[in-house]
């Protein structure tokens, strides 16, 4: 088996929806979930693209999520509401929740749906990229598992509880900041344990507060609280690990509070040494830009700040200024013609799940 394959991107999205649809969840909702994640690989963002399906997989057969996605609305006035997921798929009531807030500013300007409940959603910048195609500012935020420890702690105690923006603008692609509060996010140490590469040093420490590179080890102990990622701007107030560790709460709060949901060590999946559903709480905004401005000017102002920043002096040894959202076009560009790279441990969990629903003409595909 190679060590790395490309496999055309039309062949992992179909894989996906099939492996869904195998596991209960309806058609339309398995086409959203592969939808969410086809656009993580697209972006290049190989953490929360197809290589999260096992995860699910694992999650549904476990049944500590929920193949049918029933949702509450438990609270619908003028611009905002609030929803219960139910434990279902995490990605289905993300979309719909992020399509109720457009829905919402198209009537009142802003829309903000919250929602508790739920389940991994994928990458933030699908849904912000949802309001940015109807000229609309999208704003999306999630908490997770605890991981990150607090600014001078060793706890994990929030999780790595990802930011995401999105404002649309008179270029090829959009402003998209889609980032995680810590470091670097979970998903990229199961990244890097596929890849058997050790994690780099920085991104998280042990219950001593020294850095911790083995990542195997690592993926354990972030389990049992022996370990923890590292938020934004390090283990120092001179490095502004306070900031990074604030937002980190901000977008705790607005991901439970905000809905009466479940926060920080309610979301680690265990309850009396039995497994049970993670619990997340999301927020959803749009803004429609229209209701402030002309979007012409609004696009054509974003752009020049995109722009602006590019064309500014480099450093000698780089050779290119960029800002969020750049990067993932080109990317997809690039992906759309020569494949997703699907290295030797991705490919062996795609092949268990093929095998074991019984999934037919992937025979071939590595």
Not at 166 to 185: C, L, M, N, R, V
Request: one cysteine or more; proline letters at 4%.
């Amino acid at each position: 088996m190679p060590e790395t394959k490309r496999i055309p991107v039309e062949k992992i999205y179909n894989l996906m929806v099939e492996v869904f649809t195998k596991l209960g969840v309806p058609e339309d909702d398995a086409i959203i979930c592969a939808d969410v994640l086809i656009e993580s690989d697209l972006s290049g963002i190989e953490s929360h693209g197809v290589g999260r399906l096992k995860m699910y997989y694992d999650r549904l057969k476990a049944g500590i999520q929920f193949a049918i996605t029933k949702i509450n609305v438990i609270k619908d006035f003028a611009a905002i509401a609030v929803w219960d997921g139910n434990h279902g798929m995490g990605h289905v009531i993300s979309k719909r929740a992020m399509q109720s807030a457009i829905d919402k500013a198209k009537e009142f300007g802003i829309g903000c749906v919250t929602v508790r409940n739920s389940t991994h959603y994928g990458i933030c910048g699908y849904y912000a990229k949802m309001a940015c195609k109807q000229n609309m500012i999208g704003i999306s935020m999630t908490n997770a598992r605890p991981s990150i420890a607090p600014l001078f702690g060793v706890s994990p105690m929030l999780g790595t509880n990802p930011i995401c923006f999105g404002a649309p603008s008179d270029k090829e692609y959009d402003f998209i900041y889609d980032a995680a509060t810590s470091i670097s996010q979970r998903g990229k140490v199961e990244l890097y344990n596929r890849a058997e590469k050790p994690t780099p040093e920085g991104w998280a420490i042990d219950e001593e507060g020294k850095t911790y590179t083995d990542t195997k080890q690592l993926l354990v102990d972030l389990i049992d609280g022996k370990a923890s990622m590292i938020g934004l701007g390090g283990m120092e107030e001179e490095t502004g690990g306070h900031k990074g560790y604030s937002l980190a709460v901000m977008a705790e709060i607005l991901s439970a509070a905000l809905q009466a949901g479940s926060f920080m060590h309610q979301l680690n999946g265990w309850e009396e040494g039995k497994r049970v559903p993670y619990k997340l709480g999301h927020i959803f905004m749009a803004m429609d830009i229209e209701k402030f401005t002309d979007i012409a000017d609004f696009k054509r102002i974003t752009g020049e700040i995109m722009e602006q920043l590019q064309n500014s002096q480099k450093r000698p040894d780089k050779e290119r200024i960029w800002v969020a959202g750049e990067k993932e076009y080109f990317q997809e560009k690039e992906i759309r013609k020569n494949g997703i790279p699907i290295n030797t441990s991705l490919q062996k969990n795609l092949l268990t799940m093929i095998n074991e629903l019984n999934l037919e003409g992937y025979n071939n595909l590595f």
